[in-house]
């Protein structure tokens, strides 16, 4: 079985930092893609912010400038980096990845995710 899991949620005032980690473990080859989204309550899913293998990111309007993706292909972890967090960053945070199987296919994963709460 594959899993992703998160952590490095909590509660924090704003302006404030919070990284949160998600490590992929399982029997997979290696991370394809690798994307952050959140849900606050009452709200679709949206993307944060995304990295690709060749390191193309992308970050949505209101990460840019205070949120940092990154990825440490060799512990199969991925990382963001929250600063000068904001009482609307409010919402639960989603790992998504993009999975190389053994078989070489590509599957698509989601953590159960970590809740991360900005208080003004």
């Known amino acids: 079985q594959v899993q992703l899991v998160e952590s490095g949620g909590g509660l924090v005032q704003a302006g404030g930092s919070l990284q949160l980690t998600c490590a992929a473990s399982g029997n997979f080859f290696s991370i394809k893609a690798v994307g952050w989204y959140r849900q606050a309550p009452g709200k679709t899913r949206e993307l944060v912010a995304a990295?690709?293998?060749?390191?193309?990111?992308n970050y949505a309007d209101s990460a840019k400038g205070r949120f940092t993706i990154s990825r440490d292909n060799a512990k199969n972890t991925a990382y963001l980096q929250m600063t000068s967090l904001k009482p609307e960053d409010t919402a639960a945070y989603y790992c998504n990845a993009d999975l190389i199987l053994r078989d070489w296919r590509t599957e698509t994963y989601w953590g159960q995710g970590t809740q991360v709460t900005v208080s003004s």
């Open positions: 990295l690709t293998s060749d390191g193309y990111i």
